[in-house]
């Protein structure tokens, strides 16, 4: 019964939305509109209050503990921080919630982004050796896109750019293409699975 | 200056001591980061969805309808406690049916239909030349779907169009990596830039 029932209303959940999705009427558009953008969007920010609600308890167990407790910490008042200065002050242009997500959240996630840059050289460094053909088409086909999309291309870009623009239109979309024609007829699959209750992994552990 | 200009360097330098190695400065930065960042999307979501969609049209504007999502969403509070867990799995069901049901019309058309009809374009221009370029899409496509059948052992036929398809996706892969080391490397040369000029005062 535990796991039925919620198999039955994602079964069914699955059908009214995709039957909804055919039907041209308005009663039926405007049903479709409703699930999809006030209940799915309610319910999904619920799921992620219970995320936030989770991170709280497993850091307040890590403090008692005293596992990391410095940044533990650290964390906890980073999270009350936003809220406190939103409900105090709002969220609107000159706020202060606004001021740290600018001086504090953007320049530290855009700085995390640019650290990749290193590691992203440095594993091309180690793993682009021109062992075998295809690792040396790998090799220049990147080669190309660094050189048209660098000053470095620069005094050459007449020849590389159209080239290189060539090989991103036409081969590279190819593999690109079925990729996605493959991820589009596994997802189809798979919904479908999840619909028919064949796929319960959702469901999770326990009875 | 600017205090946010001091703050905004100091934390960018904490996080780059992490190019040393992982050090207490860099851990507390990043920590820092998440909490915060969750703080940010927890307004945002409260801001944006439960008051903007739930709260105000159910409680001012009498919106009764609204009363589903919501004991929905206080349904999911039930994993808290072992009692009450199996709860939870009805609005996790109502997400999961519904994006399953989304998901068939949507991924059929942008993902597959949509794909396979860009795939054919005539083999011939308008000048009666060959259209190289649509003959090079539709063979790198079938070589490629041919990699990713693997029903059948890629031998004879099927094994030589199965790496043909392989050179293909080779050259997908180079030219996503390049791409993916600009992006960074812009990314890296705006930080660099913001230290220098903004932050040091070495440049204008």
């Not at chain 1, 997802?187 to 959702?202: H, M, Y």
């Not at chain 2, 703080?39 to 049209?57: H, S």
């Amino acid at each position: 019964m535990r796991r039925r029932v919620p198999q039955l209303v994602c079964g069914l959940f699955g059908l009214l939305i995709f039957t909804l999705h055919f039907l041209t009427s308005d009663q039926a558009h405007r049903t479709y509109r409703l699930i999809l953008d006030d209940y799915y969007q309610i319910v999904f920010a619920f799921a992620l209050l219970v995320g936030v609600v989770s991170f709280i308890r497993v850091n307040l167990k890590a403090v008692e503990r005293g596992k990391d407790r410095p940044y533990r910490i650290v964390s906890l008042l980073g999270l009350l921080l936003m809220p406190v200065l939103a409900m105090g002050w709002g969220i609107g242009g000159d706020s202060p919630f606004l001021w740290v997500f600018d001086n504090v959240q953007v320049p530290m996630q855009a700085t995390v982004f640019a650290l990749l840059a290193f590691y992203v050289a440095s594993a091309s460094f180690r793993g682009f050796r021109a062992r075998s053909l295809p690792a040396t088409v790998l090799l220049l086909s990147a080669l190309l896109t660094l050189l048209s999309r660098s000053d470095l291309g620069g005094f050459m870009a007449e020849y590389i750019t159209p080239v290189a623009d060539w090989v991103r239109y036409n081969p590279s979309m190819s593999a690109r293409r079925a990729i996605l024609i493959g991820i589009g007829l596994g997802s189809l699959t798979t919904s479908l699975r999840v619909i028919l209750g064949i796929e319960r992994t959702w469901l999770g552990g326990g009875k | 200056m600017d205090i946010g200009i001091i703050i905004a360097g100091l934390l960018t330098l904490a996080i780059f001591s992490f190019l040393y190695r992982d050090n207490p400065v860099y851990k507390m930065a990043e920590s820092l980061l998440i909490g915060v960042s969750i703080g940010y999307f927890l307004v945002i979501t409260w801001d944006n969805t439960l008051r903007a969609n739930l709260f105000d049209p159910l409680f001012t504007g009498g919106e009764i309808d609204l009363l589903i999502p919501f004991g929905l969403g206080l349904l999911m509070f039930g994993r808290f406690s072992s009692k009450t867990s199996a709860l939870s799995r009805i609005p996790i069901a109502v997400l999961i049916g519904s994006g399953a049901g989304v998901a068939i019309p949507a991924m059929l058309g942008a993902r597959t239909l949509a794909q396979m009809s860009a795939t054919v374009q005539p083999l011939l221009t308008e000048s009666g030349w060959l259209n190289v370029s649509g003959l090079v899409v539709l063979v790198g496509v079938l070589c490629t779907l041919a990699y990713f059948y693997f029903s059948r052992e890629h031998q004879g036929t099927l094994g030589r169009v199965a790496k043909t398809g392989t050179w293909f996706l080779m050259i997908f892969f180079g030219t996503t990596f390049g791409y993916t080391v600009m992006s960074r490397m812009s990314t890296l040369i705006g930080r660099v830039e913001f230290l220098l000029s903004d932050f040091l005062k070495l440049t204008n």
